[in-house]
């Protein structure tokens, strides 16, 4: 079983950028796709992007769409979320995903996910 760490969260003014990272273990992630999800106060778990396991295909929510940006680097185990122009909406926490998959496009359902972090915030002051 994969172990997923993620980082980078904070508190950013709107307009401005962060950049998440996952770090995975335990498994050899390039038999891996990966996500990222966020999950709001009171709201459902929402898909943001998804990565298939060579970093080819790359698939974006449509209110992040030209904002985010997914990659990965599979010599490293790592996963990233470069998040620009940042909006008070994008206020959640942030969810990194890994299921053994080699579709060229993976599931955005978060119930098809196997592996999940623990998470982390993202707050956008307006």
């Known amino acids: 079983q994969v172990q997923l760490v993620e980082s980078g969260g904070g508190l950013v003014q709107a307009g401005g950028s962060l950049k998440l990272s996952c770090a995975a273990s335990?498994?050899?992630?390039?038999?891996?796709?990966a996500a990222w999800f966020r999950q709001a106060p009171g709201e459902e778990r929402d898909f943001v992007a998804t990565i298939n396991w060579n970093g080819k295909y790359t698939y974006y929510a449509d209110s992040v769409k030209g904002r985010f940006t997914i990659s990965r680097d599979n010599a490293k185990n790592t996963v990233y979320l470069q998040m620009n122009s940042l909006k008070s909406e994008d206020t959640a926490a942030y969810y990194c995903?890994?299921?053994?998959?080699?579709?060229?496009?993976?599931?955005?359902?978060?119930?098809?996910?196997?592996?999940w972090g623990r998470g982390t915030q993202v707050t956008v002051s307006s």
């Open positions: 335990g498994v050899t992630f390039s038999s891996y796709a």
């Open positions: 995903a890994a299921l053994v998959s080699l579709s060229t496009n993976p599931d955005r359902d978060s119930k098809r996910w196997t592996s």
